[in-house]
């Protein structure tokens, strides 16, 4: 990632002309912050029934839930408009990138971005604050240390979720809704404690899509707490080689559907 | 010609126009299962916790509970919808107005004909995954199903008149995104998507009853898990036919409303 | 020896084409849209690719901008191979396709200039010079603040080839670059490219529908049909094969107003038969042209000249010499026709 002056360029004036319209931005982050609200319902309704879900309490679940949600939203806001490649395949656009002398997945990145999904971030962070002090902690460096490296690795991993997403769109036609079923699913099944789960669809979200990683697992070593079988706490110090897993993934899926790409024409 | 001849036509199209998207059915239908397997054990170790019962769901029913909702809720169509609003938007809308059909009927044959087609294709894998998966509590008589597919379609119904409602919007105003924002996030929060309306705390539970969305996904899985049955599940039906009913009448006369500002702005 | 910037030999691309038959089958069919072709560009030639619609240009043109892998064969564009060395080879080169826009859509046009200018890390001075050298010569400074898909077809155009000029490549490829835009532009068009090739002798290949685009701006025309070479040489060359002729129509003005006229000017009597329009004379001996036809007792009449010999402007100001035109139609030879009667001629 030598010289970023090139995405630099393009990026600051699609920031800048989302930001020229105040209020309609401030409508859409109250918008996405909505939306992240209602899914903490759920988890709110749940805990107004009964005391421990999955090992854990409202604080841990909260924890939990927030993690995966900050993030998520984290990743979406960064590396989320890669959804666009079915709509650039269609209209040339994608072409138009061949013919620069820049990644392609770079351009894709970096040809626009949703500031407003930083509302989803907010109630992240909101809950985390609410949720932290009352998770019953021990607090030390080791703890912010977590707290801070929890949301960035997982952020690392959904990114390459939806770059591997993304890839699969070279080969599908309105593929969309298909690989929608692991990037959202994925998203919700990190947002709860995985120990809810049997084994075999604890292993898919842990080892196969890693969405364990992204918060309960790393959660767990936060809270002291021991976890589940097959998939103990002390896996989540390996979340950052999860991360870079999935991104070596991701990133041959990518280069083999640009190769596709190329190869078929369109 | 007989109107009502004219709106079967008008769903039929509904219906033949998904009946192209195969392969994006399929798929849905794989997002449907995926959501069942996640929601169903989330489901469960709620009930788990609360003792193995909570407000009348045992493990089972709970699951049944998560699989039904995965398999209404395409019919129903709770996400974003914004035809309407693009057409009064664009102004083609002068065009479906000058038609001689109601325009708010053909719109609703058209939904209640894409609802058909897609019950069966979106509906009933996640049903068959969660038999195998869960298992499913279901009723063992017929008429819970016949109760049950009667809610069904008015819960498209009333899914369909505050959608058609929400898009009207677009005659005041010229960004919708928020409004139809708004409008997902209270379908999510109060129809009993995620989890069942009988589990919210008092206060949630009374402004949830206050709106028509329980009508839309609850009702349905309610009446065809066979929870409710009989004569109360005749009252589900009927909560759910006033809301259909009112917010109709209501959609009626915003339109005119927002006609009439149209006609008078000109363009 | 220097080497040539464009290299193709042998290439060949095939697309598999799948239909649905029934309702669950479907068959799969392979066509060969381009076939062994081997040709080879030097450094600062001007090359006209013209071939219809379907011939394989666009295909073409893919494989040597590296959008698309060949099947068979090889070519190499600026010496690299186009699929392998993709952005040393964007440095490069400048592509503008007519139909599609490379330049960002909903952002004012000088944005997209800024971004090019970092994309190809121009220093910002020579960027700013030579940006300010572009939007002179291709007027594009009353639009510049305007989004890109604000802009009329002619406007956007001018701003693509712009663009591509902006980090002075050594080759430029148009493909279809005049489709669409009127008489004036095009003109325009083609004395801004002819200027810049002579200025830093930059490399282009054009591919077109219109006759008079090769013409003007290239020395040697490939003509494509259906992915096979089946011309390689100059227009004159091409034209004497074929004997491909534009015909200039004219409508003349008759009665007292046709006094104007002059016989004379150019061998050959003009005659003049009986029953013609009075003081309308027929446009026989203009040299260069053939008078193929009279129409309306003489007010309409068609002659036909081989491009190369003389020009269109040239008809039309002897026919001027003579009568007193009220409208004039330039009908090109049809690139289907040519290509047909390349075919009958070998």
């Known amino acids: ?266 | ?267 | 020896m220097t080497e040539p910037i464009i290299d193709v030999v042998g290439l060949s691309r095939d697309f598999t084409v799948r239909a649905p038959a029934g309702r669950l089958r479907r068959t799969s069919r392979t066509v060969r849209a381009v076939r062994d072709l081997t040709f080879s560009v030097p450094e600062g030639a001007a090359v006209g690719y013209i071939g219809a619609n379907g011939a394989g240009k666009s295909t073409t043109i893919k494989m040597l901008t590296g959008i698309l892998v060949p099947t068979a064969g090889t070519a190499r564009t600026c010496g690299k191979k186009p699929h392998r060395q993709r952005r040393e080879l964007a440095r490069e080169i400048g592509v503008v396709f007519g139909q599609r826009t490379q330049l960002w859509w909903d952002l004012p046009l000088h944005e997209s200039f800024r971004a090019l200018a970092a994309i190809h890390r121009l220093p910002s001075d020579r960027a700013a010079q030579r940006q300010v050298e572009l939007v002179d010569r291709l007027d594009l400074g009353e639009f510049l603040d305007t989004p890109v898909r604000q802009l009329s077809l002619g406007q956007r155009i001018r701003g693509e080839i712009a663009a591509a000029l902006l980090h002075s490549p050594r080759l430029l490829v148009l493909d279809e670059p005049t489709i669409g835009l009127d008489v004036l532009s095009k003109e325009r068009l083609r004395g801004f490219l002819g200027e810049e090739r002579a200025a830093h002798g930059t490399s282009l290949l054009l591919t077109t529908h219109d006759m008079d685009d090769v013409q003007r701006l290239t020395e040697r025309i490939l003509v494509v049909d259906h992915g096979q070479m089946a011309y390689d040489g100059t227009l004159a060359g091409l034209v004497d094969r074929v004997g491909a002729q534009r015909v200039v129509v004219v409508d003349l003005l008759g009665g007292a107003h046709g006094a104007g006229a002059e016989v004379g000017g150019g061998a050959g009597g003009a005659g003049q038969a009986g029953g013609r329009a009075a003081g309308v004379p027929d446009l026989h001996g203009i040299p260069g042209t053939a008078l193929v036809a009279v129409e309306a007792n003489g007010l309409r009449q068609r002659l036909a000249f081989t491009p190369g010999l003389t020009t269109a402007a040239e008809v039309i100001a002897a026919v001027a010499a003579r009568a007193t035109v009220r409208d004039v139609a330039i009908e090109e030879p049809d690139i289907e026709d040519v290509v047909r009667r390349l075919y009958l001629s070998q």
């Open chain 1, 1 to 266: 990632m030598a010289d970023l002056a090139p995405y630099r360029a393009v990026l600051s004036s699609r920031i800048r002309s989302q930001l020229a319209y105040r209020r309609s931005f401030a409508l859409d982050v109250a918008g996405s912050a909505g939306v992240g609200l209602l899914e903490f319902l759920s988890v709110y309704v749940i805990f107004t029934n009964v005391t421990e879900l999955g090992g854990l309490d409202f604080a841990g679940v909260a924890l939990v839930f927030a993690f995966a949600n900050l993030g998520f939203s984290l990743a979406d806001i960064v590396v989320g408009h890669v959804d666009a490649l079915p709509t650039y395949l269609r209209s040339g656009t994608l072409d138009a990138f061949l013919l620069r002398p820049l990644s392609v997945l770079g351009q894709l990145v970096t040809s626009d971005v949703q500031l407003r999904r930083l509302g989803r971030c907010a109630v992240g962070v909101a809950i985390l604050a609410v949720a932290l002090p009352q998770a019953g902690i021990d607090w030390g460096w080791g703890a912010a240390l977590l707290v801070v490296a929890i949301p960035l690795v997982g952020a690392v991993i959904f990114a390459a979720v939806f770059v591997a997403a993304a890839a699969a769109q070279f080969w599908l036609v309105d593929g969309a809704e298909f690989t929608n079923a692991f990037v959202y699913g994925g998203s919700n099944a990190a947002s709860y404690p995985t120990s809810v789960f049997t084994t075999p669809l604890r292993a898919a979200v842990t080892f196969v899509l890693p969405a364990a990683f992204t918060a309960y697992l790393p959660t767990l070593l936060l809270l002291g707490e021991p976890g589940p079988a097959w998939t103990p706490a002390w896996l989540g110090w390996f979340a950052p080689v999860a991360a870079v897993v999935a991104w070596v993934v991701a990133l041959t899926g990518w280069k083999a559907g640009l190769r596709h790409y190329t190869g078929t024409g369109s």
């Open chain 2, 1 to 267: 010609m007989n109107p009502l001849r004219t709106y079967v036509v008008f769903a039929a199209l509904g219906f033949r126009r998904y009946s192209a998207y195969r392969l994006a059915t399929a798929a849905g239908a794989f997002t449907n299962s995926v959501f069942g397997l996640l929601r169903a054990p989330i489901t469960m170790a709620v009930i788990g916790a609360a003792g193995g019962e909570l407000a009348g769901y045992g493990a089972l029913e709970g699951a049944t509970y998560a699989w039904l909702t995965q398999a209404v809720l395409t019919p129903v169509n709770v996400w974003t919808w914004n035809e309407l609003a693009l057409r009064i938007r664009s102004g083609d809308i002068a065009v479906d107005l000058a038609r001689p059909v109601d325009l708010q009927m053909t719109y609703l044959a058209a939904d209640l004909g894409r609802a058909a087609f897609q019950v069966l294709p979106r509906g009933l894998p996640p049903l068959l995954v969660g038999a195998l998966v869960t298992g499913l509590a279901l009723p063992t008589t017929v008429l819970p199903y016949v109760l049950g597919l009667i809610s069904l379609a008015l819960g498209v119904c009333v899914s369909f008149a505050c959608r058609w409602l929400v898009n009207l919007a677009a005659f005041w105003l010229v960004e919708l995104r928020g409004v139809l924002t708004l409008h997902m996030v209270a379908v999510g929060a109060l129809s009993g998507l995620t989890v069942p309306v009988h589990w919210f705390p008092d206060w949630l539970a009374r402004i949830a009853s206050a709106s028509p969305f329980p009508s839309m996904v609850q009702a349905p899985v309610d009446l065809l898990a066979g929870r409710v049955q009989g004569v109360e599940a005749l009252g589900v039906i009927g909560v759910q036919v006033a809301w259909f009913l009112g917010v109709l009448l209501l959609g009626r006369v915003v339109l005119a409303r927002g006609v009439r500002r149209l006609v008078v702005q000109g363009g």
